[in-house]
């Protein structure tokens, strides 16, 4: 079982203006470095998820996603990573 020291939290926006930020859970062990922008900007659009799958991505939800789930008590926004590791675990994903 994947435990939280061996995840960690990586936000990216893919707008120039910072806009539309999303949160990634990336498994270290599978992927130490994260994600590579560089390789997933060239990723071909019918094998996006399988690219992030292979940099270790185990979730991935958007900036209104986040809002919305911490609105529901879902998740403790001082605490992103750990909420949303344990989150993850309630919701099998993990």
């Given at each position: 079982?994947?435990?939280?020291?061996?995840?960690?939290?990586?936000?990216?926006?893919?707008?120039?203006?910072?806009?539309?930020?999303?949160?990634?859970?990336?498994?270290?062990?599978?992927?130490?470095?994260?994600?590579?922008?560089?390789?997933l900007?060239?990723?071909d659009?019918r094998?996006?998820?399988a690219?992030?799958n292979?940099?270790?991505?185990?979730?991935?939800?958007?900036?209104?996603?986040i809002?919305?789930?911490?609105?529901?008590?879902?998740?403790?926004?001082?605490?992103?990573?750990?909420?949303?590791?344990?989150?993850?675990?309630?919701?099998?994903?993990?």
């Open positions: 079982m994947l435990k939280l020291e061996e995840t960690k939290l990586e936000t990216y926006s893919f707008n120039d203006d910072g806009s539309d930020e999303f949160y990634i859970l990336i498994d270290i062990k599978k992927n130490p470095e994260g994600i590579n922008l560089t390789k900007a060239m990723a659009p094998r996006f998820d690219v992030l292979e940099m270790g991505c185990l979730l991935m939800l958007g900036e209104d996603e809002k919305e789930l911490t609105s529901r008590g879902a998740l403790d926004p001082r605490n992103l990573h750990e909420s949303l590791f344990s989150l993850a675990k309630t919701e099998g994903i993990l």
